[in-house]
């Protein structure tokens, strides 16, 4: 799935990411997800200044051929 994966959702929300995740993962497909944690680059001056929904960055993958299933998931999700 590496090679043939497209960016469904990225961003700081770990709500809206957790439910993504369970909106796809009820439905059957496939995901990746990567998480970075943006106070590790912070070691040297802190995180003063930082606010902390900003702490972890959010991103879910899906295989190309889920795409147009996963945004449909995703915007009746919200109805």
Do not use: C, P
Not at 8 to 16: A, C, H
Not at 56 to 65: D, T
């Amino acid at each position: 799935m590496f090679w043939n994966r497209v960016e469904l959702y990225n961003g700081y929300s770990l709500k809206e990411f957790s439910e993504l995740k369970s909106s796809l993962a009820n439905a059957g497909i496939r995901y990746d997800y990567k998480m970075i944690n943006n106070y590790r680059h912070r070691a040297v001056l802190g995180s003063f200044g930082q606010a902390s929904k900003f702490s972890v960055h959010y991103y879910l993958y899906v295989h190309q051929k889920d795409y147009d299933n996963a945004m449909f998931l995703t915007s009746n999700r919200n109805r």
